[in-house]
């Protein structure tokens, strides 16, 4: 079993969409989460860190943390064109684990 | 605020010519510094870390080194380059005073083996 697991897309959803992106884990040692957005050609920028179950809110983005079920999300309101990137999700505990990416496209 | 720079943005190399990419980082001191490959379709591979000047951990055997001269100065180098080698190549620093903190990547420097 991968430690990681991230749906790579690609996801395609129309301008305005609530867009629902998933990760889940194997290693219950995981206890700090991350969201990463990279645009093409660009580094991995952080855009949401949390360390415990439940909800982090910043703007339009929402963290969703499940540790019982091993299950994080990233929850984008009122998706915009600049949204389209690829997001990674990331793990830490003594080293940090990523997923493999969703490539996110939003179409005006 | 915290910065990192990274350069070149794009570099062609032939096969068997050497290999140098430099990265600082700014507005922090001893950073916690770290080299990823990114390839297509395969995630982020951690090639180097490093916790201070001199000290360097490779995470796997390859044809790449890695080197910290300075406190905010991380340079990836090779002797003689490989096909294999080409791939979009991240810098990375954390603050190393707190545990866990999250990773700060830099624009990477996409190497084309020829």
Redesign the interface.
Known sequence: QKEVEQD?GPLSVPEGAIVSLNCTYSNSAF??F?W?RQYS??????LM?T?SSGNKEDGRFTAQVDKSSKYISLFIRDSQPSDSATY?C?F??Q??V????TRLTINP | SQTIHQWPATLVQPVGSPLSLECTVEGTSNPNLYWYRQAAGRGLQLLFYSVGIGQISSEVPQNLSASRPQDRQFILSSKKLLLSDSGFYLCAWSAQAVPNSPLHFGNGTRLTVT
């Open positions: 790579p206890q700090y991350m990463y050609r660009k580094g991995p920028e952080l860190y360390y990674l990331a830490s505990t080293k940090l990523f997923g493999q990416g």
